[in-house]
């Protein structure tokens, strides 16, 4: 009898052993919600420094954009992280990045999406987000806007902060290659940039230059593959004012 006690004593000794390892096991974790998982957010910066979070997001190349994946509860799992970029209407990725975060420029015009492939793996257990999440998952998009550019044929670098500067018109977008350059009539060059942001102010070596006709020459690329050959005569107009203009003098 004595023996039979000590057999029960022992089948109830391992039974509560075995319910303390169900506790600590990655599938009592799954149901206490701590699986692993991911939130990919993106961070886009535009060519004025601006930044924005959004998961849609349309503007003008080159545009750069930080991308998180935003693991929880990836404690004691190890993890593979595939960032998977894609234009629309493309049947293949033309990006794959193999890290936990990362960044890209975008210089193509249309719609891109971004997906971000993980899998965390524990002992026996896989927990993965593939294609079967996505299928039920609206990706990360980015919209490239089509290229636009054009050069005025004047302006007034007279002080009064009203077009003084000779740069692209406003609107231009998604210019990935930009360079123009200044000359006088007789073929000197006096100034070149590359940003369209920037340009000229009427100067040479530091000193205004002469009312006149200029000529500039432009070369420059779109995000959608337009070449832009400007070649056009620039106004150079110090006694200009907006006044005298809006009053028809």
Same mark, same amino acid.
């Given at each position: 009898?004595?023996? =039979?006690?000590?057999? !029960?004593?022992?089948?109830?000794?391992?039974? $509560?052993?075995?319910? +303390?390892?169900?506790?600590?096991?990655?599938?009592?974790?799954?149901?206490?919600?701590?699986?692993?998982?991911?939130?990919?957010?993106?961070?886009?910066? $535009?060519?004025?420094?601006?930044?924005?979070?959004?998961?849609?997001?349309?503007?003008?190349?080159? @545009?750069?954009?930080?991308?998180?994946?935003?693991? %929880? /509860?990836?404690?004691?799992?190890?993890?593979?992280? %595939?960032?998977?970029?894609?234009?629309?209407?493309? %049947?293949?990725?033309?990006?794959?990045?193999?890290?936990?975060?990362?960044?890209?420029?975008? $210089?193509?015009?249309?719609?891109?999406? =971004?997906? @971000?492939?993980?899998?965390? *793996?524990?002992?026996?257990?896989?927990?993965?987000?593939?294609?079967?999440?996505?299928?039920?998952?609206?990706?990360?998009?980015?919209? =490239?806007?089509?290229?636009?550019?054009?050069?005025?044929?004047?302006?007034?670098?007279?002080?009064?902060?009203? /077009?003084?500067?000779?740069? #692209?018109?406003?609107?231009?977008?998604?210019? *990935? %290659?930009?360079?123009?350059?200044?000359?006088?009539?007789? &073929?000197?060059?006096?100034?070149?940039?590359?940003?369209?942001?920037?340009?000229?102010?009427?100067?040479?070596?530091?000193?205004?230059?002469?009312?006149?006709?200029?000529?500039?020459? *432009? /070369?420059?690329?779109? #995000?959608?593959?337009?070449?832009?050959?400007?070649? !056009?005569?620039?106004? +150079?107009?110090?006694?200009?004012?907006?006044?005298?203009?809006? $009053? &028809?003098?």
């Amino acid at each position: 009898m004595r023996y =039979i006690h000590m057999e !029960r004593k022992s089948i109830l000794y391992m039974k $509560t052993l075995w319910v +303390l390892m169900l506790m600590v096991s990655p599938c009592a974790a799954e149901a206490q919600g701590e699986t692993p998982s991911i939130r990919p957010t993106a961070v886009y910066t $535009t060519i004025d420094g601006e930044q924005e979070e959004s998961t849609q997001f349309s503007g003008s190349a080159p @545009l750069k954009g930080s991308f998180t994946a935003n693991p %929880e /509860n990836e404690g004691g799992w190890s993890a593979t992280y %595939e960032w998977r970029f894609r234009l629309e209407g493309e %049947e293949e990725d033309y990006l794959t990045r193999y890290e936990q975060d990362t960044e890209y420029t975008f $210089t193509q015009a249309g719609s891109h999406s =971004i997906r @971000l492939y993980a899998t965390f *793996v524990q002992g026996n257990d896989t927990v993965s987000y593939t294609d079967e999440y996505w299928a039920g998952q609206e990706p990360l998009r980015v919209t =490239i806007s089509e290229s636009s550019l054009k050069m005025p044929n004047a302006f007034s670098p007279n002080g009064d902060d009203r /077009n003084d500067i000779y740069k #692209a018109k406003k609107g231009w977008q998604s210019l *990935v %290659e930009f360079k123009a350059t200044i000359y006088n009539r007789w &073929g000197q060059k006096l100034f070149e940039w590359t940003d369209p942001n920037e340009g000229w102010d009427g100067t040479y070596h530091g000193h205004p230059v002469k009312e006149g006709v200029y000529f500039v020459v *432009v /070369n420059a690329k779109g #995000a959608d593959g337009v070449d832009y050959h400007i070649r !056009r005569d620039v106004n +150079l107009l110090r006694g200009y004012t907006e006044t005298e203009n809006m $009053t &028809g003098n």
